[in-house]
């Protein structure tokens, strides 16, 4: 009786052990699931921090110089110089 039990319960612990394996909060599917998540927002973060360094970028423009603002003004705003004439050319 008791050599039957020692291989039963080394049995069922190998059970278990697989179930959490397969099933448990570490499983595979779950990280694997995981890490398509985490390449995921990595990929975010390499997107915000790119769009955060040309707004730093341009923030530095604006504090150095006046082409930016000027160019902003033309573009955004229609600015025109004095003695400059404006034209548009309709596509």
């Known amino acids: ?4 039990l020692v291989p039963a319960a080394l049995i069922a ?3 278990i052990l697989h179930g ?7 499983s595979v ?3 694997s699931r995981l890490a398509a998540q985490l390449d995921a ?8 921090t790119q769009a955060n360094e040309r707004l730093a970028a ?4 604006l504090r150095e110089g ?4 000027e160019e902003k003004a033309r573009t ?3 600015m025109v110089k004095v003695n400059e004439i404006y034209v548009q050319i309709a596509r």
């Open 76 to 78: 955004e705003l229609g």
């Open 13 to 15: 612990l190998l059970v």
């Open 20 to 26: 959490q394996l397969w099933f448990g909060r570490g």
């Open 58 to 61: 341009e923030i530095s423009d």
């Open 41 to 48: 927002q990595k990929q975010h973060n390499t997107q915000a």
């Open 1 to 4: 009786m008791a050599n039957r």
């Open 66 to 69: 006046l082409e930016i603002v």
């Open 29 to 31: 599917p779950n990280v």
